[in-house]
């Protein structure tokens, strides 16, 4: 099931990521709020991420890092703007340094997560992940990483943990 869909709307720098699971919201919300399930499903499969600080509250921070296959660890941070538990959050979103600090020049993009319960489709959820960017530059450079691809990635590993 997982990912449905996936738009790019470069006029109003977004990008938008829409999947369904076979779980009831509250039980996808989990996956955000815990570290340990996020650090499971967050980052392609050959990419995955470690949480280090994880403070899940409006104001809070969170600091993680990415392990790929060759041992590099990719850092980035998230702000946490808001919380509205258990169908959604707001959270800025950036890189960091070697020692966690952000990395200013890469600039940072807000990630909004919106969970919806399908009561006419069964009880799935529609998880729905948008992507502002803060220029056209940084929404360029970010899809030429292969953002897109990674996401859509990490969000097929969510099934599994959901099924356990």
């Known amino acids: 099931m997982t990912v449905t869909n996936s738009t790019k709307t470069p006029e109003v720098l977004q ?9 009831a919201v509250e039980r996808v919300w989990q996956i ?8 499971r499903w967050w980052g392609p499969p050959t990419w995955p991420a470690t949480f280090e600080d994880y403070d899940f509250q ?3 921070m969170a600091a993680y890092y990415m ?8 850092r980035g941070w998230w702000k946490f703007v808001s919380i509205s538990a ?17 990395i200013t020049e890469m ?15 069964g009880g799935l959820t529609l998880m729905t992940v948008t992507t502002s960017f ?14 897109e691809e990674g996401m859509r990635e990490a969000m097929g590993q969510i099934d599994a943990i959901l099924a356990e």
């Open 58 to 60: 409006p104001g809070g």
């Open 32 to 39: 955000w709020a815990d570290p340990r399930q996020l650090e």
């Open 86 to 102: 258990p169908t959604g959050l707001e959270l800025n979103d950036g890189f960091a340094d070697d020692n966690g600090d952000p």
């Open 134 to 147: 803060a220029n056209e530059e940084q929404m360029e450079k970010m899809l030429t990483m292969g953002m």
């Open 107 to 121: 600039g940072s993009a807000t990630m909004t997560v919106i969970l919806e319960d399908l009561e006419d489709r």
């Open 15 to 23: 990008l938008a990521i829409t999947a369904e699971f076979a779980a």
């Open 67 to 74: 392990t790929g296959p060759d041992g590099t660890k990719g």
